[in-house]
């Protein structure tokens, strides 16, 4: 383990720059497995395990062994340094451009997906209730409007997000995806 990893890809400190990742670096300091660290923060392995997979993939954390436990090999991991500093470029880059064309990227809409898995994988489902709903359907866009298309989602779900994105009440993750459909027969390649 470094002492310091000075960070200069924009990648490396958006995948930093998140609450529960620094939460979960901070357990990585001594080498742990997804499970201990999910016990730890009252966390499900399969939340903490997405977290790690993402700081793995910036450089952050290593995984430093692997055991078998009841027939499956489960990772160790460690964070890569023991504090992380952030070149002064990336200041002021994080979070505005970048996030608006990762919005539009289909990797990020994969991320999106993995996220709303576990995050689901996470409830409670033996509780008298669990308010939700999914929605799914096929809109026909002409490529000279596609923009405007997603402008309007936009305004739409901002709209939402100012009504109801106060403090109080309980908390609800919405999560939309909008992505190429082609039906099958479709003879595009």
Known sequence: MRDILYLEQIEQAEALLKPQRIEVLRQL??????????AVLDQTPQRVYYHVK??????????????????????????????????????GR?????????????????????EVQADIAALDRAA???????????????????LQFLADLRTALQDLFTRYGGAEGDAFKLAV??????????DRE
């Open 29 to 38: 300091a001594e080498p742990r497995t997804c499970t201990e660290v999910a």
């Open 54 to 91: 993402r700081l793995v993939e910036a450089g952050l954390v290593d995984q430093v062994s692997e055991r078998r436990v009841r027939g499956i090999t489960e990772g160790i991991y460690q964070a890569s340094a023991r504090s992380y500093w952030l070149a002064p470029s990336l200041v």
């Open 94 to 114: 994080i979070g505005g451009l970048r996030r608006r064309q990762d919005e539009l990227s289909l990797g990020y809409l994969l991320d999106l997906m993995e």
């Open 128 to 146: 008298p209730e669990l308010p939700s709903i999914a929605v799914s359907g096929e809109v026909r866009v002409p490529p000279e409007r596609r």
């Open 177 to 186: 995806a909008c992505y190429p459909h082609y039906p099958q027969g479709d």
